[in-house]
Each structure stands twice: as C-alpha cells, then as structure tokens.
C-alpha cells in the first residue's frame, strides 16, 4: 500500500526530492512557507496544504525538509505546526540536519501523541537529490525505518538505521566533518602548491589520480579551476553542521583538533561574506589568507 | 633502447619497484647498504653493486628510494657516494620524498658533472608499488623525464611533469598533505561516532556511500575495523611529509591551519610509540586523546 | 542604608564571598541545596533559608553562585525558585559564568515581574574570593549596578559596567579565554623545554622575569614544580568556559583559532580524568601528548 | 680587568646594548655591514671596524646581535668573518635568536681554534635594551658564562645559565613561543569582544586588573587602542622564532597544538603584509579573518 505522504519544505534539496516521489506515483501533499514555491508542484500532481497543521491531518507521513533547526522547531511545534494536527498512528521523518537535541526532543515529543518520529538526514547535495543517490542516515524506531523504506529507496541509493533517534543524526555530523576537513585539506594542497609555484590544473589532475581522490574532491574540480563557487551546499551549512558536530563532540568529551580548526576557517569564510556561496570557497578564504586574494 | 638502470634503496618501496623494473626486462644494478637485501635480486637477474659510486659508474641512470634526506644525503654526496661516480650525460633521479631543497641541490650538484638530475617522488604505497599504480611527480630537465618515462610507465599508472627541480617535491608535499588530513577527518568522525555510541561497522559503510569515500578511506577500513596498523606508510614518515610542506609553507607564506594542526597530532602519535605503525594509527593516538583507550 | 542580601549557592566561590559579605556587616540569608552547607553560615550571622522563593521573599537583593547555567536555571526558574518568590522592585544578580543567553532570558523573565537582574561574573577564584580582590564584570541597568556598588566593593577590587545585559558575561568570556590560553601556552613552553632537556625550575624562574609573566604564570609555579594540581578553578569549569566562548564566537562570526585549538586539548584532559584539577592540570595532559608521562 | 669588547650587530637591538656598555665604561669595538650606522658609536669611543675579522682580531670577546641564522652565518663563517680572526682564548658570544642548531654548530667550530662559545639571546625588545632590563639565556661553558657576567649585568636585569650550547637557545624559543601565544590570546579576546559589542578600552582596563594581565599585555595595550603597530618586536621575527620553536618541538617529539596554531595566524599576518610591524599586528590579522576589518 503506498503510503500518503506529506512534506514540508521545498528548498534547494526538497524540490528534487519531492519530484522523485511524485515521479515514483508516491501520493504527496507539500507545504512551503512561502506558497509560491508550493505552487509548482501541483502540476506535477501534488495537493498544497495551506499550513503544517491540515498538511498533517491529511497524510500517513509527514517528512520535512528545512534549513536548521529555529525552522523546524517552528514547523513541528510552532502555531499551526505539525504536532497540533498529528494523531496516534502516524509517523513524522525529518530529514534536515538539526543534530541529535532537536531530533531527540522532537521523538518525545510524538511519542507522547501516540507518533512515531524519525531523524534521516542525508548525505549528498543538490547532484544525489535529484538523481535520487543520497545515503539516508537513521535513526529511531526500527519498525518505522522498515515501513518507510519504500520511500527512501526512492530518494536514496543507500539507507543506514543508526538506533535510537539521535544516532541518525550523529552519524550525519560525523559524515559532514570529514566532509568540511577534506575540503579545507584540498584547499590547503592548493594554497601550498600555488605559493610554491605549481601549476594549479597539473597538480588537480595528479591529485585526481590518487587514493585521496574522494567523489567529492573530483566533484569540485571544474569549480576550482574555474574560481566559481555556486552553492550545491552552501558554506554557511557546513558551518553550522561544524558547530553541530563540536557540540556533540564537547558532551560527549571528544578531541577533535582538525575538526575545530578547519571549523574556524569557516566562521573566518562566513565573516568575509563567504556564507552564501558552497562550501568550496573556503578555498577563497585560504588564498585571502595566504596573500593570494 | 633499454637503459642500464642502477637502483639504490631496496626497502619496503624500493623491492617491489625493482621487481618490475626486472620484470619488464630493464637492466638493473642493485645497491642497498645492508647488502642482504640485495642478493634475492640478484636470482631474479640484477647485478650487485657494492657502492653508490660503483653503481654510478655501470649505468645509465641512477635511481634512488631511500627513507629521508640525510640519507639521501649519504648516498649521493658521502664517501663512496654517486657523485663521486658519475660521468657528464647520466641522469639521476631521486624517487624518495625529501622535500625540495635537497632535490635542488642535488640538481645543481649534478649539472657541474654535466650529468641531469631529476626528482620523482611517488604517491602511493606498497601495494601501487607492487602493482605498478604508483603516481609520479616529476620536477627537473623535461627532456629528461621524456626521456625516461619508460621506466615511469612500469613504475606507476600516471606521471606528471610539474616543472623545475623542486617542484615535483613540493607536488608530493601537497598531496601527502591531504593523506594525512584526510586520515585525520576520518579518524575524528570515527572517534566522535564511538563517543556518541554509533557503531563503527555501520558508520564505516555509511561512509564509503558518500562523497568522503576516497580510495585511502576504503583501503583502510579493514584495518580500523581489525584495529591493526601495520606500517603500508608508516606514521613516522607521514609525520616527516608533514613536517616538508609545512617547511615549504612557512618559507612561501602559505597559511595552513588543519595541517598544522594534524601534524601536531602525527607528533603526539609519533611521541607515544605509534611512529612505526601505519599513519592509520593517527586513530589510536585521537581514541587515547579521547578517553577511549 | 544596608541591603538585606540574599546568597544561592556556598561551594568554592560562594563560602568566602558570603563570609566577605558577613563580615562587612551585611545581613545576609543564604541557601544551599545541601544545607548541611549552610550551617556553618548561621554562627556567623547569617539567617537559613529553605528554598530558593523563600529566600527571596525575604530580602531586597537575590545573588546567585552556581556552577553551570543548567543549576542557575533551576535556582531561579524551577519549582521553589527565586521567580516564584520574587517581588516587583527587588534585584537579582547572577555572579556565576553561564554566558550571555541565559542572562538575557533571565533578565526578560525578570523584568516582567518588575525585578531587575544584573549578571555580574568574576574573574578570579578562591584566593581573590577570601581577599575580596576580584574583578566582578557587571551587565544589565547601570542604576542597579551603581546601588549595588557596596556589595561588589567588599567582593572584589574593581568593577566594570559593560552595558546591558549579556556584555558582562561576554566581557568574562573574553577574558577566561586567555586564561586558558594562556596557562596552555605556558604549558606547551615547559613541554618543549622538557623534551630538549631544560631543567623546569630554572626556565620557570626565566619566565618570571620576563613579560609574559601573567599573576597566574606566577601564581600557578609552585603547582606546576610540585606537579600536584588541586582546583583553585577546576578544569572542566574552563572547559565549559570556551564551550560558550566559541558558542558566542560563533554566533557572532568570530573566528578563533587559538582559543578552539585550546579548547580541544582541555576536552582531552577532560576526557581522560583531569576535569576535577585545577585547569593547571593541562600541562599533565600535553605531557602524555608529548610522551613524557 | 675590564675586557675589550666587540660587537656585531647595530640593529634595533644592538644599539641601545652598545650604548649601555660604552656608557659602563667598556672598551668596544663595533662593526656593522652598513658603516654608516657604526658611526655614531664612534662620538661615543667605540672603534670601527671594517670586517668580523678585523674586529675579532683585536678584541677579548666577540658579541654578535644579528636578525637571522643566515646573517649570523655570514659574519662568523663567510670570508672575512669572525671565525678567520680568532685565536685560541678568545670567546664568542651570539646575542641574536637563531635556535640550538646554529649555535651547537658554532661552538664546534670554534672550540676546534681553541675559542669558546656561548648563547646568550635576550627576552626583552628594544624598551628593555635601553633600560638594561633584557633577560639573558644562556648556553654553553659554564665558565665562560661566570666572566662575562659583567657584560650580562649592563645589559640585563637577570641572567640564567641552562646548561651546554642549545640549551639558551631552546630556552629562548620556549619563552617566545609564550609570547606569541599570549598577544593571539589577547587578541581572540577582543576580537570576540569586538564582535560581541564589548567597548574595548573598558575591556582592556578590565583585563588589566586580572590574572592574565602579563606585563605585555598591559605593554601593548597603547598600540592597540591607537590601532597602530610600530615594531618594537618585529611580527616577522615572531613569525621566525616560532618555525624555530616548533622545528626543535618536532626533532624532540612535542607536540604543540596551540603554538602551532598561532604560528599559521602569524604566517597568515606576514602573507598579507604585516611582517614590518609589530608582533601585536596579529590582531589585525585576527580582525580581518573576523571581518571586522
């Protein structure tokens, strides 16, 4: 039986992944703060839902899909939010990256309305959204991961259940701090070999042909060597997932030096008006401190 | 026509190295300083040499891949040593990673015999040495690397002419860089996953889904999971690569916050008795700064 | 004319600010989760309260001195707490280090009850707590600082009115950073010096005379010769001291790279049992970093 | 007996130190690569000469105040430097900050004529030079160090004798090295003040009542209220003394995660053309990197 899906948030990764559902014959009700962005879904098939609270009332499922976690504690729990119009039975999924607090309060928060609530944030950009190539990452309720694996079969190449909610999320910060760390280590190979005089596309394709050779380090290529960083994730994300992560890291008592330092590199990116472009840019922020910039 | 090669250094790159060099019917005069090392090659058809300046003397190029720079040092200026047997017109080509100011005046010291001086770090280790898959970074005389990729071509699945004498040194710096960020990244995700209670197993094949899923960290998951480092690349020599670019760094005024950072963890390992396992050991040295052993 | 004080929280700090305050003459009321602390109190002058809202009911000014943010919101917010008890016109002033944000919500929380509500943080622990020579940095209305300038008088030797509230708890945010980088710096100048062989006591004595020599380089000498660090200010309380530092830093876009390398290393001597030691405590830390213990 | 003297150096340094001797009636013979700068000292008794080794020839004790390794080089090994005037008897003494490597290899060169050797670099800039209030770290022949006491007494306030050649010069890299990290320190902090809305005079006028108020600190804190840095202590050579510093923590295995932080901060401050000015222009570079400037 396919499940009644509703979703909210139709941001850069929502979009791709709410047309893979709906390209899938998924049944899907989507609300968008801001409607416009609503609107074109209809064509496509889906129902609008004119606030969290009647887009909840309507489906089995209600995913969301935001940019941090102010927004979804206002579309879950705010006036008109998800939980005013959840009844026992259903089952709430956030996909966001909002690290293990929110998503833990969030599970108790349900679980006291008889719904269940799953944490799976996903690993990938824009690229794996629309290709349907993310890896979901979860955590929560076994069984509920089981019954939605319909759903993230289509909009993921791999899903992962980490255990209890929380363990979706931390699996996704630990994930997204090599990701930053390797972009800055990338970026402090280029920085280096430019002050030494190398020739940048040279040492790219060597680069490329090494066992640092990560999908995202080829991925980034074309952007480097043109210095244009439209934003697939935008490093102003990658900041606060850094931020996420360290806090996790702080309570749990674990060291993590490179992490905290490429950490800072961001904020410096951030504060130089960096924030909106992809996270590549750090790149920017390395050669302005290099004198390159 | 196929070059006589002489070929100093026979340890855990250089043997393999060699044997396809013989393999693939080169010539080749062997010299290691513990002579022991050297006879098994000459069953496989390699002439012994009992001096770096006999060697020079036999051969067309001379090709060293020894462990630091005072040891290059050794082989090439000391008593006995390739200089004191070279002639106008050979080559010599250092593959070891000794950072650019010694393959600098190596190159300086050669050109006054009238011989060409190459260097041709490699990236990679045991395994792409035995496989031929090394990468090579070339700096020196062009016509000379031309003039030997033959040799390149058994030796490794790419090379790269990056220009002058120093420059294929600063290359490797700046690739090995990102091999010991990159390890580091991982490492830290890996110890903020136990930390938070994740499950490494899980988390490593999570890992290897995404875009951080680089060669180096697919090839040490089976390690980690073990909890096992014997040396592929030992730490120690990690830590020295650390040490050249960060040199190169200071001297070109590049900023390089994670890698200075990550070098100072390599030291801590280093300092507490992980020197001589593989760099993957950085792991252990970030488990102990955590509590986790 | 005196006010009537009432005193929260009697552990390191508050013991002797408390008997400053007796002393001085004031009437003082004081509460302690665990009575038994407060006991001694009453020889000395002082009245027993047995909650945090009875306490209040009875006195013109409320001050608290607990450790953490989570014990200072259940002091003045939880059942019994000084809300409850509070009365329009009345003053409550938090001297404890929970950062700006909790100071603000209590602030809001109390002014809408018609109380007003300083934070008034100290820089300084047990030896500047008995002489009454701490530096107290005060955020919140200037008159209520101004009236209450007899108290701090008898507290510390100096006091600083840094605006509204939350400039006071961000002004000892800036300043305990570079307590804890600066005892990390030291710290990391005698590993240094013992690794190449200095004798400690001599190069100790070096620094004295230098300009780094800060009141606590000073201060913590006979510690660091003795190698026994009983908490004057407990490490794991400087820890959470750069947790909200950086929380603010990244907040407000500052990128610091110093204070987040430092943090992480006082992260690891947390996470391997150095929380309860004085903060001197991560010399101990970077020694078993350097091998030397 | 008072000793003739000879001084190599007439920098910032220098000046004021030959100055103090001439002024306490010794018998000094100055040399300076540019002779117009030796000239002063002439009106004021000294003796020029025009080569290290005319100068060394004429004299009891060699003193040389140079800004790097290499000029240290030149003027005791180049041609006509120090080394080819000496005899046996006389003692050298080298005042720069170079690190233990240079000053171990000078002393075997010179103990191989029969002369001694001692370090002896300065905590202190240019203030403490004219005042006589450096402080003096000594390495080499203990015997050596007892005569010239005298000379070390007009110069500084206190000097310590820490053992065989190197040791001075370590001792000098792990006192600088708290230098640099402290002045970051501080200025993390009013970077952070900055940015959190903190007045920076009151910020300063309160962290000169605490703890951490190092007489640098309390020194520095007219430039940083001007916002402007003339060198007392040049960033460059901060810059250099910490390469020196932590390539002794890397041969000694100490790993040093804040210096080496700072350091990157302080590589970053010369890239973007700070070298020329005072170490305490890293603040600048911090402000940059917080957009603040």
Do not use: C
Request: hydrophobic share 45%.
């Amino acid at each position: 039986m396919t499940k009644k899906l509703g979703w909210i948030g139709l941001g850069n990764m929502g979009q791709p992944m709410v047309t893979r559902l709906l390209n899938a014959g998924f049944d899907v009700t989507v609300y968008n703060r801001t409607r416009s962005k609503a609107e074109p879904f209809a064509a496509m098939g889906a129902k609008i839902a004119d606030s969290p609270r009647e887009l909840a009332a309507g489906v089995d499922t209600v995913i969301t899909m935001v940019s941090d976690g102010e927004t979804l504690e206002e579309v879950l729990f705010g006036e008109g939010g998800v939980l005013s119009g959840i009844t026992a039975g259903q089952t709430v999924i956030d996909m966001s990256t909002v690290g293990p607090e929110p998503v833990q309060k969030a599970a108790t928060e349900f679980a006291a309305r008889g719904a269940k609530f799953l944490e799976a944030p996903v690993s990938g950009s824009v690229g794996p959204a629309k290709d349907g190539t993310l890896v979901i990452l979860v955590g929560g309720d076994e069984a509920a991961y089981e019954a939605h694996k319909p759903v993230f079969d289509v909009l993921g190449k791999a899903s992962f259940h980490f255990g209890e909610n929380g363990q979706g999320a931390n699996a996704k910060l630990a994930i997204n701090l090599m990701l930053g760390v390797f972009l800055q280590g990338l970026s402090e190979a280029l920085v280096l070999g430019s002050k030494a005089g190398l020739d940048r596309e040279t040492l790219l394709k060597a680069i490329a042909q090494t066992a640092v050779a990560a999908p995202i380090v080829l991925g980034k290529t074309p952007s480097i060597l043109a210095d244009e960083f439209p934003a697939a994730f935008a490093l102003k994300h990658m900041e606060k997932d850094f931020g996420l992560a360290l806090h996790t890291a702080k309570k749990t008592e674990a060291s993590l030096p490179v992490t905290s330092s490429a950490h800072q590199t961001y904020v410096a990116a951030k504060a130089n008006g960096l924030g909106d472009h992809d996270l590549m840019a750090v790149l920017t922020q390395l050669e302005r401190m290099a004198g390159l910039k």
